[in-house]
Protein backbone atom coordinates (compact mmCIF):
# COMPACT_ATOMS: atom_id res chain seq x y z
CA UNK A 1 0.00 0.00 0.00
CA UNK A 2 1.27 3.21 -0.99
CA UNK A 3 -0.23 6.91 1.07
CA UNK A 4 -0.09 10.40 -0.80
CA UNK A 5 -0.21 12.50 2.29
CA UNK A 6 -0.92 16.14 0.55
CA UNK A 7 -1.94 19.06 2.55
CA UNK A 8 -1.33 23.06 1.85
CA UNK A 9 0.10 23.79 5.29
CA UNK A 10 3.65 23.56 5.26
CA UNK A 11 3.87 22.94 9.40
CA UNK A 12 1.76 20.05 9.17
CA UNK A 13 3.56 18.17 5.85
CA UNK A 14 7.21 18.95 7.84
CA UNK A 15 5.38 17.08 10.84
CA UNK A 16 4.13 14.14 9.13
CA UNK A 17 7.18 14.00 6.82
CA UNK A 18 9.26 13.88 10.40
CA UNK A 19 6.89 11.54 11.62
CA UNK A 20 7.08 8.75 8.98
CA UNK A 21 10.83 9.04 7.85
CA UNK A 22 12.45 5.89 6.90
CA UNK A 23 8.65 4.75 5.58
CA UNK A 24 8.50 3.98 2.04
CA UNK A 25 4.80 3.47 2.02
CA UNK A 26 4.18 7.38 2.87
CA UNK A 27 5.00 9.52 0.17
CA UNK A 28 4.86 13.32 1.73
CA UNK A 29 4.56 16.77 -0.06
CA UNK A 30 3.33 19.93 0.34
CA UNK A 31 0.65 20.55 -2.61
CA UNK A 32 -2.97 20.25 -3.63
CA UNK A 33 -4.90 17.06 -1.98
CA UNK A 34 -5.36 16.53 -5.32
CA UNK A 35 -2.44 16.17 -6.70
CA UNK A 36 -1.99 12.77 -5.14
CA UNK A 37 -4.56 11.34 -7.93
CA UNK A 38 -4.82 8.81 -9.78
CA UNK A 39 -5.71 6.75 -6.43
CA UNK A 40 -7.75 3.91 -5.43
CA UNK A 41 -9.25 6.17 -2.25
CA UNK A 42 -8.77 9.74 -0.66
CA UNK A 43 -9.44 10.21 3.03
CA UNK A 44 -12.04 12.65 4.46
CA UNK A 45 -11.57 13.72 8.19
CA UNK A 46 -15.21 14.55 8.24
CA UNK A 47 -17.55 15.12 11.19
CA UNK A 48 -19.47 12.24 12.71
CA UNK A 49 -22.40 13.59 10.76
CA UNK A 50 -21.03 14.22 7.29
CA UNK A 51 -21.65 17.54 6.78
CA UNK A 52 -19.67 18.80 3.98
CA UNK A 53 -19.69 22.60 4.69
CA UNK A 54 -16.47 23.47 5.71
CA UNK A 55 -12.88 22.57 5.57
CA UNK A 56 -10.98 19.83 3.09
CA UNK A 57 -14.55 18.65 3.29
CA UNK A 58 -16.03 21.70 1.33
CA UNK A 59 -13.08 20.91 -1.21
CA UNK A 60 -14.37 17.66 -1.55
CA UNK A 61 -17.79 18.32 -1.91
CA UNK A 62 -16.68 21.21 -4.82
CA UNK A 63 -14.72 18.15 -6.28
CA UNK A 64 -17.28 15.17 -6.03
CA UNK A 65 -20.11 17.24 -6.62
CA UNK A 66 -23.04 17.46 -3.66
CA UNK A 67 -23.87 14.22 -4.15
CA UNK A 68 -20.86 12.93 -2.43
CA UNK A 69 -22.08 14.36 0.65
CA UNK A 70 -25.57 13.48 0.32
CA UNK A 71 -24.60 9.67 -0.34
CA UNK A 72 -22.61 9.89 2.96
CA UNK A 73 -25.29 11.38 4.97
CA UNK A 74 -27.75 8.54 4.17
CA UNK A 75 -24.98 6.02 5.06
CA UNK A 76 -25.05 7.36 8.13
CA UNK A 77 -28.62 7.86 8.54
CA UNK A 78 -28.99 4.27 8.40
CA UNK A 79 -26.69 3.60 11.66
CA UNK A 80 -28.27 2.60 14.79
CA UNK A 81 -26.69 5.60 16.19
CA UNK A 82 -27.10 8.42 13.10
CA UNK A 83 -23.86 9.11 13.72
CA UNK A 84 -20.31 8.23 12.53
CA UNK A 85 -18.40 7.43 15.37
CA UNK A 86 -14.57 9.23 15.44
CA UNK A 87 -12.59 5.52 15.28
CA UNK A 88 -14.56 4.42 12.73
CA UNK A 89 -15.31 4.79 8.75
CA UNK A 90 -17.64 4.31 6.16
CA UNK A 91 -16.61 4.65 2.28
CA UNK A 92 -18.46 6.50 -0.54
CA UNK A 93 -18.24 6.24 -4.24
CA UNK A 94 -17.22 9.61 -5.34
CA UNK A 95 -18.13 8.69 -9.34
CA UNK A 96 -14.72 10.60 -10.19
CA UNK A 97 -12.54 8.13 -12.09
CA UNK A 98 -9.42 9.04 -10.76
CA UNK A 99 -10.03 8.97 -7.32
CA UNK A 100 -13.23 6.73 -6.95
CA UNK A 101 -13.71 6.10 -2.88
CA UNK A 102 -13.92 8.50 -0.84
CA UNK A 103 -12.89 6.81 3.24
CA UNK A 104 -15.10 9.15 5.62
CA UNK A 105 -12.97 8.82 8.98
CA UNK A 106 -14.54 11.24 11.17
CA UNK A 107 -11.82 13.90 13.33
CA UNK A 108 -14.48 15.12 15.31
CA UNK A 109 -18.21 14.46 16.18
CA UNK A 110 -19.06 17.30 15.03
CA UNK A 111 -17.23 20.96 13.54
CA UNK A 112 -14.98 21.72 16.91
CA UNK A 113 -11.39 21.82 18.03
CA UNK A 114 -9.67 18.68 19.06
CA UNK A 115 -6.53 19.55 20.08
CA UNK A 116 -6.48 17.75 23.51
CA UNK A 117 -7.68 14.46 22.29
CA UNK A 118 -6.73 10.94 20.07
CA UNK A 119 -9.14 12.05 17.77
CA UNK A 120 -6.87 11.90 14.47
CA UNK A 121 -5.27 8.63 15.65
CA UNK A 122 -8.49 7.44 16.11
CA UNK A 123 -9.22 8.18 12.72
CA UNK A 124 -6.57 7.02 11.06
CA UNK A 125 -6.67 4.15 12.63
CA UNK A 126 -9.88 3.98 11.10
CA UNK A 127 -8.88 4.87 8.02
CA UNK A 128 -6.20 2.46 7.62
CA UNK A 129 -8.45 -0.33 8.76
CA UNK A 130 -10.92 0.35 5.75
CA UNK A 131 -7.86 0.16 3.51
CA UNK A 132 -7.12 -3.06 4.46
CA UNK A 133 -10.50 -4.70 4.22
CA UNK A 134 -10.88 -3.36 0.86
CA UNK A 135 -7.28 -4.14 0.05
CA UNK A 136 -6.91 -0.45 -1.50
CA UNK A 137 -3.33 0.41 -2.68
CA UNK A 138 -3.26 3.54 -3.77
CA UNK A 139 -4.86 6.72 -0.95
CA UNK A 140 -4.34 10.03 -0.47
CA UNK A 141 -4.32 11.44 3.07
CA UNK A 142 -4.55 14.99 4.04
CA UNK A 143 -3.82 16.20 7.66
CA UNK A 144 -6.28 15.02 9.91
CA UNK A 145 -7.89 17.73 12.66
CA UNK A 146 -5.27 20.14 11.91
CA UNK A 147 -7.86 22.79 10.26
CA UNK A 148 -10.92 22.79 11.97
CA UNK A 149 -10.08 20.87 15.01
CA UNK A 150 -6.84 22.60 15.81
CA UNK A 151 -4.92 20.26 16.61
CA UNK A 152 -0.78 20.96 16.43
CA UNK A 153 0.76 19.57 13.55
CA UNK A 154 3.53 17.35 15.51
CA UNK A 155 0.49 16.03 17.50
CA UNK A 156 -1.31 15.35 14.93
CA UNK A 157 1.60 13.61 12.96
CA UNK A 158 2.40 11.84 16.03
CA UNK A 159 -1.05 10.22 16.55
CA UNK A 160 -1.11 9.37 12.59
CA UNK A 161 1.99 7.01 13.43
CA UNK A 162 1.44 5.68 16.24
CA UNK A 163 -2.02 4.13 14.25
CA UNK A 164 0.44 3.35 11.27
CA UNK A 165 2.41 1.35 13.49
CA UNK A 166 -0.14 -0.02 15.32
CA UNK A 167 -2.39 -1.67 11.82
CA UNK A 168 1.33 -2.15 9.79
CA UNK A 169 2.42 -4.14 12.41
CA UNK A 170 4.90 -2.18 14.19
CA UNK A 171 4.26 -2.19 17.85
CA UNK A 172 1.30 -3.76 19.74
CA UNK A 173 -1.90 -1.97 20.13
CA UNK A 174 -2.67 0.40 22.93
CA UNK A 175 -5.70 1.37 24.97
CA UNK A 176 -6.74 4.63 23.85
CA UNK A 177 -6.76 6.42 27.31
Known amino acids: M??????????VVEAVAAAFAGIAAFDVKCS???DGAPADAI????????????????????????QIEQELQGLIANLPTKALAVGEALIVGTGYQDI???IAAPTMEVPSVVAHTDNAYLAFRAALR?????DLQNVICPGLATMT???APRESARQMRRAWDELMGRVPAQPVQ
Open 2 to 11: KLRFRDLNPE
Open 32 to 34: DVF
Open 100 to 102: PLM
Open 43 to 66: VSPTNSHGWMDGGIDLVYRYRFGP
Open 149 to 151: GRM
Open 130 to 134: AVRHM
